[in-house]
């Protein structure tokens, strides 16, 4: 277990996914082997894949919010990882940007989660992560997984993406500030 291992991997998606490569774009991912907290979104927007780096955006501002956390403390390795469900920008679509590449998650994120093997919690940001990791488990809606989030505890825990779109899904739902993210923010301290 090294982070040797983890630049290897990261060779690999690049490698096998030359087409990326070729336009000057990194697979987009955060991984350590001493990280606490894993973090699972969907893919990167065109932005974050230009940055090269994940969350240096307003929804990043929200989510370190969300977390009761500073930016050095959500940045440093060792604290967090962060593993899209794609590590690259899948594309625009005719409402927003594409799904995550369907297996795109099976093939990486098994083993660079075997080479984190000191994560205590999985955050699952959106529909995407939730489905994969959560399979069956996974409630009817999202509204309904991240509501009933201390069913998945203490290895995961659902969230709404901290986007400022979903500003009015927050505001229809007042629990979710209320009940869900003082646990969170106590399960990440």
Known sequence: ?????????REA????HEDFTKRGWKPIFR??????????????GIKTQKKN??????????????LGIDEETFYTPQNFAVLPMDFYFPGK???GDLPPRKDFASRW?????????????????????QKYYLKDN????????VKSFGEYLPNYFPLVHPSPLN????????????EVLPVLKLRVI
């Open 1 to 9: 277990m090294s982070m040797y291992a983890i630049d290897k991997i």
């Open 13 to 16: 998606i690049m490698e096998e």
């Open 31 to 44: 991984a350590h082997k001493e990280a606490k907290i894993l973090i699972v979104g969907q893919a990167p």
């Open 53 to 66: 780096d994940v969350f240096r955006d307003v929804s990043g501002d929200r989510l370190r919010e969300w």
């Open 93 to 95: 679509g005719k409402t």
């Open 109 to 129: 994120h098994p083993l660079l989660l075997n080479e984190m093997k000191q994560i205590q919690l999985i955050i699952l940001v959106g529909t995407y992560a």
């Open 138 to 145: 996974m409630k009817s809606n999202l509204t309904q997984t």
């Open 167 to 178: 500003r009015r899904w927050e505001a229809k739902n007042p629990w979710f500030n209320e």
